[in-house]
């Protein structure tokens, strides 16, 4: 503070939380291939150092490497730690974790990239997408993941509409919102 300009700091905050983000997203992807029996909170604490690596070769520095890994064991560790986390991750049926989709949505060719997907117990298919943000200061669980649905429901919407372009007519599809800083999880309406 004080040597940048404000909108370079914010700038460099938002940079860093797109690579925490990142991270955070492989990782889950790396549970959620290898399996819940092979991760557990002693696992993840063994990550930071490896954690410090990767963040410091995306370009975090030094005096930041500490918070951001600190973030990313919190959300991981949430995720094996909680029930939604534990669902989230299991081996579920078609399950695949950063799926990568293109298609054609009213005439414009859609590239997306979906977190988390696959069929439960009773046959639902979810999309899931997470966010590693979090409650401002104030405010409470509910009304930020309201803001987040109107925020990435249209993103939703369209993930949504690309896995229906490849599934038998008349399947449906469920989404939702999981953000493992805090476990939070709010289903959208798709």
């Not at 002693?42 to 030094?62: C, T, Y």
């Amino acid at each position: 503070a004080g040597h940048y300009e404000e909108n370079l700091f914010r700038s460099r905050r938002t940079e860093e939380g797109k690579v925490v983000g990142t991270l955070v997203h492989l990782w889950l992807e790396r549970i959620a291939s290898d399996g819940l029996d092979h991760w557990s909170a002693a696992d993840i604490k063994g990550l930071s150092g490896r954690l410090r690596g990767q963040l410091s070769a995306q370009g975090v520095p030094a005096a930041r490497l500490e918070a951001c890994s600190s973030l990313i064991l919190e959300c991981l560790t949430m995720t094996v730690n909680s029930e939604r986390g534990r669902w989230l991750m299991a081996a579920h049926r078609e399950a695949a974790s950063e799926l990568p989709l293109n298609g054609v949505i009213d005439g414009q060719l859609i590239h997306a990239t979906i977190d988390r997907i696959f069929v439960d117990g009773d046959g639902l298919r979810w999309v899931v997408d997470y966010k590693t943000s979090a409650p401002l200061s104030g405010e409470g669980p509910d009304q930020f993941m309201a803001r987040e649905v109107e925020r990435y429901g249209s993103q939703l919407q369209l993930y949504a509409t690309l896995v229906r372009q490849l599934m038998p007519e008349g399947q449906q599809v469920h989404a939702g919102l999981y953000f493992p800083v805090f476990d939070g999880w709010v289903e959208v309406k798709v």
